[in-house]
């Protein structure tokens, strides 16, 4: 019992807080842009072989280098969610709003912001999704602890940034270029190629082999060297 912390109420105090009659008074109904197609992301288990079966997004198990949507920053798109479980639907980074729950309208605890929602099973979930403030990958996932650590997931980057970092290689898989003005942190540029280094490398102003990257202080190469961070 020494590994559990116990808490004792030395007092009491009153209450003054309150639940107000309206939660917000300022609601933004979205609307989806003109020609944004519907997506459809359909949670479900799958078979996987050998008599084994795996919990998947439109039959997807997970992988980082796997890309399911690649929505537009700033716009605002129509999602489907589809299940054949009681799956909880969370989309990182981005909020949403429930338009429709089995065919018929939402209910009322479906009103407001969403990050996530109940998608029951056999069910199908509208919504309206924002992509706003944030240029880079979104996840979707279900918050099942279970289904979760068996990777029922999925990577949404944004339209602008392109491919996404491939996890299993030391460089970027060439994402296309940022868009003006959007320089990433230390001046760099993501998905160079340094001909040098002859593979893919981050680089970035001053590279002695491909004229970008930084300046070494010195080491192996000698004081003043010039070499893009993952040419070496």
């Known amino acids: 019992m020494r590994d559990v912390m116990r808490f004792r109420v030395a007092r009491k105090a009153k209450d003054a807080s309150r639940v107000p009659d309206r939660l917000s008074t300022r609601y933004e109904d979205l609307a989806p842009a003109t020609g944004v197609p519907v997506r459809t992301f359909d949670f479900r288990r799958t078979p996987a072989g050998e008599d084994r079966r795996m919990w998947t997004i439109n039959g997807k198990p997970f992988h980082p280098d796997t890309v399911l949507a690649r929505p537009r920053l700033g716009s605002v798109e129509r999602w489907r969610f589809s299940s054949d479980f009681h799956h909880p639907v969370h989309v990182h980074l ?72 491939s996890l299993g290689s030391a460089a970027f898989s060439g994402p296309l270029p940022l868009a003006s003005g959007d320089a990433p942190a230390g001046g760099r540029t993501p998905g160079r190629r340094c001909p040098g280094a002859g593979r ?15 300046r070494r202080s010195g080491g192996p190469r000698g004081p003043g060297r010039r070499s893009c961070g993952r040419s070496r």
């Open 94 to 165: 981005a909020r949403f709003q429930v338009t429709a729950r089995g065919g018929r309208p939402a209910e009322p605890k479906d009103a407001g912001w969403k990050d996530t929602v109940d998608v029951r099973p056999y069910e199908t979930v509208e919504t309206l999704v924002r992509f706003t403030g944030y240029r880079g990958r979104y996840m979707i996932h279900c918050h099942n602890l279970e289904h979760e650590d068996m990777a029922m997931m999925a990577n949404i980057p944004d339209h602008l940034r392109g491919r996404p970092l």
């Open 200 to 214: 893919a490398s981050v680089t970035g102003p001053g590279c002695g082999r491909c004229g970008r990257g930084r």
